[in-house]
């Protein structure tokens, strides 16, 4: 790209920085960036701070177009991306010179997972990434495992089914106790499947981690939480992703048991996007009814996609991602057709601007999983469920795999009807900015 006469990027006044702080970063980072705080998120909704968040950044483009900007904070440099050109670049350029491994990122990640492949630079980061795609099977739709993984989501819908039948519904707390169980069972197996003082392990690092820097590491209790975890993934149970890792090849640097707690902190927001995904099918029954379809039709859900759903879960994310902030810090100087960004710059991609941009997208509003029928392409208007390019998320289709055979087993033993709340869309047949999942209750019929 042409430098403009080596200049600087344009900078956003202090108004609009002071807009952007507090319309866009602070309610995301109070909502809980490693780990959601519900309280938190249910305010969010009640005063739909995300469609806010998205008014400023339209704001921002519309006073400096194209971008990118940078925001006027005394302590770094931090740019904010405006086009999707520009969401595109950030995104294939990554890790050099747009660095998945952020201050932010290392900051809050360091407190449960220090050798993570996300906050890894260098060869490091290459050898972790490799561990992490060849378990994952980044590339393949279809896990080896996938057969074992649907009888696993089978069993515990029927869990979550059996619980709910004293009232009568489906509470997030029904819900929540099964799909921990799925997880830990597809990440290591029947012997794990009851340890649930190992969720709550992780998420009591994790609580700590929503502090980045600000919090003390808790040490001691990420030392029995790896040493729990190894202990777990010794007994390399087959059918299980440890049985998985047993047969990839590691090295001096790749950290197996540091790479495994991303897998389970991934795996929370992933049951908040399937519980979501039910309530956009609960609401819409034509698409509850496809997916049935579906459903029927599908001779082995473990070894043929289910697109309907699949389709559905990545609409889910779309419409209320669960990484809003994408983050990227510069290794060196970047041109820009308006300027150069300095080395050391923080970059923000703030994905529900690009997701839910009712000035630029007809659909940004409403529930449209025929987005994801077909193949996307980097021309394509930047939906970012998984983020994209060499940083692209590995277990991307594992999730979307063990999702949508959760929402499968739950659709082929009960029809649920939406109570709380009554409707998702308002007025205008919008669906919310902010969906607050902990407080969703469905009605089992049928």
């Given at each position: 790209?042409?430098k403009?006469?080596?200049?600087?990027?344009p900078?956003?006044?202090v108004?609009?920085?002071?807009?952007?702080?507090?319309?866009?970063?602070?309610?995301?980072?109070?909502?809980?960036v490693?780990?959601?705080r519900?309280?938190?998120?249910?305010v969010?909704?009640?005063?739909d701070?995300?469609?806010?968040a998205?008014?400023?950044m339209?704001k921002?483009r519309d006073?400096?177009?194209?971008?990118?900007?940078?925001?006027?904070i005394p302590?770094?440099?931090?740019?904010?991306?405006?086009?999707?050109?520009?969401?595109?670049r950030?995104?294939?350029?990554s890790?050099?010179p747009?660095?998945?491994?952020s201050?932010e990122k290392e900051?809050a990640?360091?407190?449960?997972?220090p050798?993570?492949a996300?906050i890894?630079?260098g060869?490091d980061?290459v050898?972790?990434?490799?561990?992490?795609?060849q378990?994952?099977?980044?590339?393949?739709?279809?896990?080896?495992?996938?057969?074992?993984?649907?009888?696993i989501a089978?069993?515990e819908?029927?869990?979550?089914?059996?619980?709910?039948?004293?009232?009568?519904?489906l509470t997030?707390?029904?819900?929540?106790e099964?799909w921990?169980?799925?997880v830990?069972?597809?990440i290591f197996?029947?012997?794990?499947a009851?340890d649930?003082e190992?969720?709550?392990m992780?998420?009591?690092l994790?609580t700590?981690?929503?502090w980045?820097?600000?919090?003390p590491?808790?040490?001691r209790l990420?030392?029995?939480f790896h040493?729990?975890?190894?202990d777990?993934?010794?007994?390399?149970e087959?059918g299980s992703?440890?049985?998985?890792?047993?047969r990839?090849a590691?090295?001096?640097q790749t950290?197996p048991?540091h790479?495994?707690p991303?897998?389970?902190?991934a795996?929370d927001p992933?049951g908040?996007?399937t519980f979501?995904s039910?309530?956009?099918?609960?609401?819409?029954?034509?698409?509850?009814?496809?997916?049935r379809?579906?459903?029927?039709?599908s001779?082995?859900?473990?070894?043929?996609p289910l697109t309907?759903?699949?389709?559905?879960v990545?609409e889910?994310?779309?419409?209320w991602?669960?990484?809003?902030?994408?983050l990227r810090?510069t290794?060196?100087?970047?041109e820009?057709?308006n300027?150069?960004?300095?080395a050391?710059?923080?970059v923000?991609?703030?994905a529900?601007?690009f997701?839910?941009d009712?000035a630029?997208l007809d659909?940004?509003d409403?529930?449209?999983?025929?987005?994801?029928k077909e193949?996307?392409?980097?021309?394509?208007?930047p939906?970012?469920p998984?983020?994209?390019g060499p940083?692209?998320?590995?277990?991307?289709?594992?999730?979307l795999l063990?999702?949508?055979?959760?929402?499968?087993?739950l659709l082929?033993?009960?029809?649920?009807?939406l109570?709380?709340?009554?409707?998702l869309?308002d007025?205008?047949?919008r669906l919310p900015g902010t969906?607050?999942?902990?407080?969703?209750?469905?009605?089992l019929?049928?």
């Amino acid at each position: 790209m042409a430098k403009r006469n080596g200049a600087s990027l344009p900078k956003a006044s202090v108004r609009e920085t002071a807009g952007v702080t507090a319309d866009v970063v602070v309610p995301t980072i109070s909502k809980g960036v490693i780990i959601r705080r519900p309280r938190v998120v249910g305010v969010a909704e009640r005063l739909d701070l995300d469609r806010r968040a998205v008014r400023r950044m339209q704001k921002l483009r519309d006073r400096h177009g194209d971008g990118p900007v940078l925001l006027r904070i005394p302590v770094r440099h931090q740019a904010v991306i405006l086009s999707p050109d520009h969401v595109h670049r950030v995104l294939e350029e990554s890790p050099e010179p747009f660095a998945t491994a952020s201050s932010e990122k290392e900051a809050a990640l360091s407190h449960f997972e220090p050798k993570g492949a996300l906050i890894s630079h260098g060869p490091d980061r290459v050898d972790r990434r490799r561990f992490n795609e060849q378990v994952l099977r980044s590339e393949t739709p279809v896990h080896p495992f996938a057969t074992r993984f649907v009888r696993i989501a089978e069993d515990e819908a029927e869990g979550m089914i059996d619980r709910s039948e004293g009232d009568g519904a489906l509470t997030w707390d029904h819900f929540s106790e099964g799909w921990f169980r799925l997880v830990r069972r597809v990440i290591f197996g029947e012997g794990a499947a009851d340890d649930h003082e190992l969720t709550e392990m992780v998420a009591e690092l994790r609580t700590a981690a929503n502090w980045a820097f600000l919090h003390p590491k808790k040490r001691r209790l990420r030392e029995r939480f790896h040493e729990r975890l190894r202990d777990h993934m010794e007994r390399a149970e087959e059918g299980s992703l440890a049985a998985m890792m047993a047969r990839v090849a590691t090295t001096s640097q790749t950290a197996p048991a540091h790479q495994v707690p991303q897998w389970l902190f991934a795996y929370d927001p992933a049951g908040m996007t399937t519980f979501r995904s039910l309530a956009l099918l609960a609401t819409h029954p034509e698409h509850a009814e496809a997916a049935r379809d579906e459903i029927e039709a599908s001779p082995d859900p473990g070894s043929h996609p289910l697109t309907h759903l699949r389709a559905t879960v990545l609409e889910s994310l779309r419409l209320w991602p669960t990484t809003p902030m994408v983050l990227r810090e510069t290794t060196r100087e970047t041109e820009w057709e308006n300027g150069v960004m300095p080395a050391g710059t923080g970059v923000l991609i703030y994905a529900p601007f690009f997701h839910r941009d009712d000035a630029r997208l007809d659909f940004a509003d409403r529930f449209a999983p025929e987005l994801w029928k077909e193949e996307r392409t980097a021309e394509d208007w930047p939906l970012i469920p998984f983020s994209g390019g060499p940083g692209i998320c590995p277990g991307r289709h594992l999730v979307l795999l063990t999702t949508s055979a959760m929402l499968a087993a739950l659709l082929r033993r009960r029809r649920l009807r939406l109570t709380e709340p009554e409707r998702l869309e308002d007025e205008q047949g919008r669906l919310p900015g902010t969906l607050d999942n902990y407080t969703l209750r469905f009605r089992l019929e049928g």
